[in-house]
């Protein structure tokens, strides 16, 4: 899908979320809720070091 903004055109890419394959029951008012988790994602760091008003962040 193309989209725009202030001039700027784009094209719109959904995240693709994969889901885990454990559904957990849970019960909430009453009513028997089953529910399905995404799997976690592994933290990403980056080797690039900031700076923010002459202080370094890792």
């Known amino acids: ?16 979320v994969e889901m885990s394959n454990v559904e957990v029951v849970e019960h909430y008012r009453g009513a028997t809720v089953t529910v399905r988790q995404p799997k976690p994602v ?3 760091r980056s080797n690039t070091h900031l700076k923010y008003r002459g202080a370094w962040v890792n």
């Open 42 to 44: 592994p933290a990403q």
């Open 1 to 16: 899908m193309k989209l725009h903004y202030r001039g700027a055109t784009y094209e719109h890419i959904d995240p693709s």
